[in-house]
DNA sequence: TAGATTGTTAATCGATTAACAATC
DNA sequence: TAGATTGTTAATCGATTAACAATC
């Protein structure tokens, strides 16, 4: 477990990004104001879990207006750390490795890949997006110079523990671990997990244990 | 939310196939049996978590003996669903759509890729590891002649609303939907969402507000 | 001002942990 | 049998929801 400066709980964080997403929708289609009532509606989460939720960073409402959501959305931007500029390498240049590369997306919110490494002599010096893959020795040497913030771990389980160990000691700040394991490593690094199989596995069991006939 | 045979909660289910993943572990590293005690410490929860998940679903132990690694493995197997195949399309051979297409390991839990599709002209006919890419076109016919129970979206969020109603339409059971956006669908349809990159927000999120200096 | 809606406290609900009798 | 460890009940903790006074 990490130590955080205040203690917001997990599973508040956690709906920051989807409250981020519908700001940035109502942003688009030019809404000025929302309330937390009509929110609630399309989020389809109590009002409550709303004000209450936003309260644990300040008061970014007003009474009988409700919240401006451009000035919202900016201040979940700041919470989040996305209104700042991540540099983000990419270990594991195989076909997921590749495929984040490759997904411009991620650089909207400020998330930029400006490394990837692979041990596969066959990729390397090849590009994606502009940038080269490179061996793993020059890993540690690129992070420190770089300074890079987080890194995208798509290898093989059986590598990561190790190569997770490496990247401690260059002082990383996140990793993104999509390696099949859980990583153990000291508390001022942030580990983030997306276990896709683990998800597909939750997605069967609801299969299995949701009642088909009925409907809503 | 959608009507469940029993109540289990969802946090009870999203620890499955943690459990199923260090079982598999010891399975391979031939470990005949574990208590929930030694279990909890290689995991890093309570043992009385694991207890009282595993009895959610039925006595699987033996009292001054503990739990069977195989049997335990199997039943929680059966619980998740992975002990039967499940055919699986992906919508959006894109790059992500491609990268899942290729992953081997997802056969190996059951869940077997039959069927791609994209609306992009230049690459349909395309082949990824033996399934060829098909228009969208076929898509409602290819889902019932096949039995599809899970179909994977990986294509924009402006065409992802409309995909899942028909998926729906077509007795899909379950969507695991990457897209960026939330699905409102009938009860009787399962969705298991990967936001990526609201998962990178969290990382974000967590970096910004964990204490550097302090080590555990 | 009156109406709307927040910020915040209090009540409820659910999930986790502790404890221990049952039992292998 | 004695020791170990489960299954399960009870206690605690935390998160969500409800309520409402404050206030724009």
Redesign the interface.
């Known amino acids: 477990m990490?130590?955080?400066?205040?203690s917001?709980s997990k599973a508040v964080?956690?709906r920051?990004?989807?409250y981020?997403?519908y700001l940035g929708e109502l942003m688009e289609s030019g809404t000025e104001r929302i309330s937390s009532g009509e929110l609630s509606k399309r989020m389809?989460v109590t009002a409550s879990q709303i004000r209450q939720d936003l309260n644990n960073f300040g008061g970014f409402g007003q009474q009988g207006y409700g919240y401006n959501v451009k000035y919202l959305y900016f201040e979940i931007a700041k919470?989040?750390?996305?209104d700042k500029k991540?540099n983000m390498i990419i270990i594991g240049a195989g076909?997921?490795g590749?495929?984040?590369a490759?997904?411009a997306?991620?650089s909207k919110?400020g998330?930029v890949v400006t490394g990837l490494f692979d041990n596969n002599e066959t990729i390397i010096g090849k590009e994606v997006r502009g940038v080269k893959i490179q061996p793993m020795d020059k890993l540690k040497e690129f992070i420190i110079k770089n300074d890079v913030?987080?890194a995208t771990l798509t290898i093989p389980k059986k590598e990561a523990k190790k190569v997770a160990e490496t990247l401690a000691e260059c002082g990383i700040?996140?990793i993104?671990n999509f390696a099949?394991t859980?990583l153990d490593l000291?508390?001022?690094i942030?580990v983030?997990n997306?276990?896709?199989?683990?998800?597909?596995?939750?997605?069967?069991?609801?299969?299995?244990?949701?009642?088909?006939?009925?409907?809503?």
Do not use: C
């Not at 990490?2 to 205040?6: A, I, Q």
């Not at 299969?207 to 088909?212: L, Q, S, V």
């Open positions: 990490s130590n955080k400066d205040n917001i964080v956690s920051l990004p989807r981020y997403r389809n919470i989040l750390g996305v991540h076909n997921l590749r495929a984040l490759n997904y997306n991620f919110s998330f913030d987080i700040k996140g993104w099949h859980d000291p508390d001022n942030v983030e997306v276990h896709l199989s683990e998800s597909l596995m939750e997605l069967s069991y609801n299969i299995a244990h949701t009642d088909t006939k009925s409907q809503r």
